[in-house]
């Protein structure tokens, strides 16, 4: 090519720089000192900080025109190497709302996550719909096509703003949602709410952590927006990029001996007492279970009784569901059975091996519990479970009872991988103590029955109720052997999974 003809372009490619610069302006220099001045990253600082270096390429940076970006940043970019497509509000422009050209931008982000199978990632501060004149007719909202997603691609969600609308619905359609302190979510704004109502409440009051958190819309709670981004890179480090991909091992742990290798658990007998009625923090089982204690847990503040953690075991990635005798004495609420119930679909939605820790009296008595729906949470908790089509395995620790044992997968016939249970541990209807009270038995009556409830796990093990009654010491080791060999069944390419139930 001449000079002169490559010449000929300088115009047009100036040009297309100014406008690529108007964009890049965001809402200004001032709007977005502003809006870094309340310790916030902007929109496209965002991006950057959640992205490889150097991966981030742009799409739709001319849409809206004048407007730059049309308040939102979207583009492709990688995560640990990982491709993932990613959209990102942009507050200093329009307040991050929502017109024509951006509602476009955003079904073309879920539109490529699921074209291309890559993880989709929403950073989240608007103000909802744009009143712009404009009439959308039947112009396909971005929410359907994140529901053809779900279940298909990880979809993540970081609140990193005040997010209010149409815009706020993206986050409770996603599997992981996060939220920093000066995130805040909600149907209608402050200023709605009070035209709406009368109800003067501050952005804060109506859908900032301290509401969030307690109702189960958001799952985990950060300080500022880089610890949010870099705990979303983290999560997805557990996830393949697709339901048509299995997860990956961690890179290097297939060579160090330490992952790989059987390893003594006898710390276990020291955590786990062998008084049922002694407490013990099922963090610490965690800790010494998986291959590091940098395990990542989810909705640690929401539903405590059950834990819900992303680990390893020997190098592969895998999800936990443990109850937690320090809360409620591990008994199931309807808080814990909804928090479980998500995880395990989301878990086997992405073929990750469910791994559940059983010590629990049952699902929680009590007329708060019933008003708080603990059968249909229970219920929801046990179709996901059943159904789940990933590797499963079970360890009963010291005890199981009634539907609080069957949705921890304590169930025979339940297509588990390996089920394990400690010698002494005690299962069936419900306690003796409870038993004894319930058919107001006499002393001698109730010592039967506690000599029967100790006697359980043996009875149980003879007429092949478990695999196997395991030392403590052998915990890790049985379950690392166990999940290797049932990876083996993998055998052919994974589809995503076809939902057998009707969820409670």
């Not at 964009?23 to 929109?43: F, P, T």
């Not at 497509?85 to 509602?103: H, K, L, M, Y």
């Not at 393949?240 to 059987?262: M, V």
Request: charged share 20%.
């Amino acid at each position: 090519m001449t000079s002169t003809q490559a010449g000929a372009w300088d115009e047009t490619l100036d040009d297309l720089e100014a406008r690529r610069k108007r964009s890049y302006a965001m809402g200004g220099a001032e709007r977005v000192a502003k809006h870094r001045a309340k310790g916030k990253l902007d929109a496209r600082a965002r991006v950057r900080a959640l992205l490889d270096p150097g991966s981030f390429q742009e799409f739709g940076t001319l849409v809206g025109g004048e407007i730059a970006a049309d308040a939102i940043v979207t583009g492709t970019g990688e995560i640990n190497g990982m491709p993932v497509v990613v959209g990102a509000e942009d507050f200093t422009t329009f307040a991050g709302t929502i017109a024509p050209g951006s509602n476009a931008k955003r079904y073309r982000v879920a539109e490529l996550a699921l074209r291309n199978r890559i993880p989709m990632v929403m950073l989240l501060e608007g103000a909802g719909f744009r009143p712009t004149g404009d009439h959308y007719g039947r112009t396909p909202t971005d929410l359907l096509m994140q529901a053809q997603c779900s279940g298909k691609v990880p979809i993540v969600t970081a609140v990193l703003g005040p997010s209010a609308g149409h815009g706020a619905l993206v986050a409770p359609v996603s599997d992981f949602r996060v939220m920093s302190d000066q995130g805040s979510i909600f149907t209608a704004g402050p200023p709605v709410v009070k035209a709406s109502t009368g109800e003067d409440i501050s952005k804060e009051d109506l859908g900032g952590p301290t509401v969030a958190i307690p109702s189960g819309v958001i799952h985990n709670h950060y300080a500022d927006d880089l610890t949010c981004l870099n705990e979303v890179r983290r999560y997805l480090s557990y996830f393949p990029p697709s339901a048509w991909s299995y997860p990956a091992p961690r890179p290097g742990d297939a060579d160090d001996p330490e992952i790989t290798g059987p390893r003594d658990s006898s710390e276990l007998l020291e955590v786990v007492s062998r008084d049922n009625r002694r407490v013990y923090d099922m963090h610490d089982v965690l800790d010494i279970v998986l291959d590091t204690d940098d395990w990542m847990e989810i909705q640690p503040k929401f539903g405590q009784a059950v834990i819900c953690a992303l680990g390893h075991l020997g190098g592969h990635p895998v999800a936990v569901v443990a109850n937690q005798p320090q809360v409620l004495a591990g008994s199931i609420d309807a808080a814990a059975a909804d928090k479980a119930a998500h995880f395990i679909q989301v878990a086997d939605s992405f073929h990750l091996p469910l791994i559940f820790l059983a010590d629990n009296p049952g699902m929680l008595p009590g007329s708060r519990s019933e008003r708080e729906g603990v059968l249909l949470a229970g219920g929801k908790m046990f179709a996901a479970q059943t159904t789940a089509t990933t590797l499963k395995l079970h360890l009963t620790l010291r005890k199981a009872y009634g539907f609080g044992s069957m949705v921890m997968s304590l169930l025979g016939f339940d297509n588990q991988v390996a089920a394990f249970a400690y010698p002494g541990a005690t299962m069936g209807a419900m306690g003796a103590g409870a038993l004894s009270s319930a058919s107001g038995a006499d002393a001698d009556m109730a010592k039967q029955l506690r000599d029967m409830e100790l006697a359980a796990s043996y009875y149980s093990a003879e007429m092949m109720g478990f695999d196997e009654l395991i030392d403590p010491r052998e915990t890790r080791n049985q379950l690392l052997f166990a999940l290797r060999r049932g990876l083996y069944s993998r055998q052919a390419a994974p589809e995503p999974v076809q939902r057998t139930a009707i969820m409670p």
